[in-house]
């Protein structure tokens, strides 16, 4: 094997991010065990939020540096940030908009440090996520600088353009963005709703009432989750779990049923009252255990299979059957092609559900869709997919030393609990273009005939390269 230098150096910065990264987990692992928080090591993938900036001493420091500068006390600091953390954005929502106090403006430039320059939400790398540390140290070492000067633009960033980061629907604000809780708060609102790229729904209030999900007829359960004891869930009668409880003002839909997650979030914003003919019960199928639908296939019987609204995906002809290449542009050609296709049919099917889903909800107030209403779903189905696509490439990139180890014999791809597949599809790709023998793919999902992810399957791998 010959040396080589760029190879040694690209080692060498790889294991220092490592070293790096194993590090702030361990930081943030001990300042969460410290102050009773869950699944804070988990920033290593999202990027350091407030909390996050004060468990990590690199960053820790500059934050102590400004409380002194701004007259006021660190702990203090720390204790609005653990608040937060908690219970949400909710009941500092007068003091933050005011913005007078040390502490509101300390915290107000750490949340400004975290989103400044950050091009988009999605899961890091090692080394990803070693830049977004440089650039919040950055952030917070300019704030360090000129206080005053950086406060005016956090201020900026947090207060006035909040009305940017979240649209509201049927009375409930709904954001795609990690500070969508804050703009809310600032705005009057007292519970609202975060989507990740993912679909994952997770609802924040000043107070979740429990006493609701018992009148929805579901109960308290403590689990394990994640390794972690006395999680609380909320369980259907058939002991599905549909809420995940980690505070008393969070909560996770499990289900990713978007109506059960509205009418948590309606009956926890007690600042909004309900008119005559309002109801804050969810319909009773969002309280039985459904995963992602789309809403072309609602309304069907078990076992039909309703192809129409997808026609003219189908109507687009497969690429040409590729056989085996072993170069690695051939290889890079192939895996690109396979992206653009699962791009192109995710982005047209999910625009559509979201585009039905609207026209839905302004039928009910008696408006019609508008231009800006496509445009505006184009764009958010887009940043999706996009996002989608780029954690699929990193899981296949981190998975790749182990798929080489595997044997050149016919082998078979398992996608256990695998929704539409894209995960199993990725591998299957991977291995065909680099002339691996490949039996068959299987996609494993209790759900998928059911919500008719098969179908959307289908339609996927009837436009791969493959």
């Given at each position: 094997?010959?040396f080589s230098?760029?190879?040694?150096?690209?080692e060498?910065?790889?294991?220092e991010?490592?070293?790096?990264?194993?590090?702030?987990?361990q930081?943030?692992a001990s300042?969460?065990q410290d102050?009773g928080l869950?699944g804070?090591?988990?920033?290593?993938?999202?990027g350091l939020?407030?909390v996050?900036i004060m468990?990590?001493?690199?960053?820790?420091?500059?934050v102590?540096?400004l409380?002194?500068k701004?007259?006021?006390?660190?702990?203090d600091?720390?204790?609005m940030?653990?608040?937060?953390?908690?219970?949400g954005?909710?009941?500092y929502?007068?003091?933050l908009?005011?913005?007078?106090?040390?502490?509101?403006?300390?915290?107000?430039?750490m949340?400004?440090?975290n989103?400044?320059?950050?091009e988009r939400?999605?899961?890091?790398?090692?080394?990803e996520?070693?830049?977004?540390?440089?650039r919040?140290?950055?952030?917070?070492?300019?704030?360090?600088s000129?206080?005053?000067?950086?406060?005016?633009?956090?201020?900026?960033?947090v207060?006035?353009?909040?009305?940017?980061r979240?649209?509201v629907?049927?009375?409930?604000?709904?954001?795609?963005?990690?500070n969508?809780?804050?703009?809310m708060?600032?705005?009057g609102?007292?519970?609202g709703?975060i989507?990740?790229a993912?679909?994952m729904?997770?609802?924040?209030?000043?107070?979740?009432d429990d006493?609701?999900?018992r009148?929805w007829g579901?109960?308290s359960?403590?689990?394990?989750?994640?390794?972690?004891?006395d999680?609380?869930?909320?369980?259907?009668g058939?002991?599905?779990?549909?809420?995940k409880?980690l505070?008393?003002g969070?909560?996770?839909?499990l289900?990713?049923?978007f109506?059960?997650?509205?009418?948590?979030?309606?009956?926890s914003?007690?600042?909004?009252p309900?008119g005559p003919?309002?109801?804050?019960d969810?319909?009773?199928e969002?309280?039985?255990?459904?995963?992602?639908?789309?809403?072309?296939?609602?309304?069907?019987?078990?076992?039909?299979?309703?192809e129409?609204?997808?026609?003219?995906l189908?109507?687009?002809?497969?690429?040409?059957?590729a056989?085996p290449?072993?170069?690695?542009?051939?290889?890079?050609?192939l895996k690109d092609?396979?992206?653009d296709?699962?791009?192109?049919t995710k982005?047209?099917v999910?625009?559509l559900?979201?585009?039905?889903?609207?026209?839905?909800?302004?039928?009910?107030?008696g408006k019609?869709?508008?231009e800006?209403d496509?445009?505006?779903?184009?764009?958010?189905?887009?940043?999706?997919?996009?996002?989608k696509?780029?954690e699929l490439?990193y899981?296949?990139?981190?998975?790749?030393?182990?798929?080489?180890e595997?044997?050149?014999?016919?082998?078979?791809?398992?996608?256990?609990?695998?929704?539409?597949?894209?995960?199993?599809l990725?591998?299957s790709t991977?291995?065909?273009a680099?002339?691996?023998?490949?039996k068959?793919?299987?996609i494993?999902?209790?759900?998928?005939?059911?919500?008719q992810?098969?179908?959307?399957?289908?339609?996927i791998?009837d436009?791969?390269p493959?």
């Amino acid at each position: 094997m010959r040396f080589s230098p760029e190879s040694a150096s690209s080692e060498a910065r790889e294991a220092e991010n490592k070293a790096r990264v194993d590090g702030v987990r361990q930081e943030l692992a001990s300042f969460a065990q410290d102050h009773g928080l869950r699944g804070l090591d988990d920033r290593v993938k999202r990027g350091l939020d407030p909390v996050g900036i004060m468990a990590v001493a690199e960053t820790r420091r500059p934050v102590e540096s400004l409380a002194a500068k701004e007259g006021g006390r660190y702990e203090d600091v720390l204790k609005m940030t653990l608040d937060i953390q908690t219970g949400g954005p909710w009941a500092y929502a007068a003091k933050l908009k005011e913005a007078k106090d040390p502490d509101a403006k300390v915290w107000m430039m750490m949340n400004a440090a975290n989103t400044l320059g950050k091009e988009r939400e999605m899961d890091l790398t090692e080394a990803e996520f070693a830049a977004d540390l440089d650039r919040v140290r950055g952030n917070l070492a300019e704030a360090e600088s000129d206080p005053e000067k950086f406060f005016d633009k956090a201020r900026q960033h947090v207060l006035e353009e909040s009305q940017k980061r979240f649209r509201v629907v049927d009375g409930v604000p709904i954001s795609e963005m990690d500070n969508g809780f804050i703009a809310m708060a600032v705005n009057g609102y007292e519970a609202g709703i975060i989507q990740d790229a993912d679909g994952m729904l997770f609802v924040g209030a000043k107070q979740i009432d429990d006493e609701v999900f018992r009148k929805w007829g579901l109960r308290s359960e403590l689990r394990e989750d994640r390794g972690r004891r006395d999680v609380e869930f909320y369980v259907n009668g058939k002991g599905e779990a549909l809420i995940k409880k980690l505070y008393p003002g969070f909560a996770v839909v499990l289900s990713r049923n978007f109506d059960l997650a509205r009418a948590v979030a309606r009956a926890s914003d007690k600042s909004r009252p309900l008119g005559p003919d309002e109801s804050v019960d969810p319909p009773a199928e969002a309280l039985s255990h459904t995963l992602f639908e789309p809403t072309s296939q609602k309304g069907m019987k078990s076992g039909e299979v309703k192809e129409d609204p997808m026609t003219f995906l189908r109507s687009k002809p497969a690429g040409p059957s590729a056989g085996p290449e072993s170069s690695e542009t051939a290889l890079v050609r192939l895996k690109d092609l396979f992206y653009d296709e699962m791009a192109f049919t995710k982005s047209q099917v999910i625009f559509l559900d979201a585009l039905e889903n609207l026209r839905r909800e302004r039928a009910k107030k008696g408006k019609p869709l508008t231009e800006k209403d496509f445009e505006k779903t184009a764009e958010k189905t887009d940043r999706k997919v996009r996002q989608k696509m780029d954690e699929l490439r990193y899981m296949i990139d981190s998975m790749s030393p182990y798929l080489d180890e595997l044997p050149d014999e016919p082998l078979t791809v398992m996608d256990m609990a695998g929704g539409a597949g894209d995960l199993g599809l990725a591998v299957s790709t991977k291995l065909l273009a680099e002339g691996r023998k490949l039996k068959e793919t299987r996609i494993v999902d209790p759900f998928s005939r059911l919500h008719q992810l098969d179908v959307f399957t289908d339609t996927i791998t009837d436009h791969l390269p493959f």
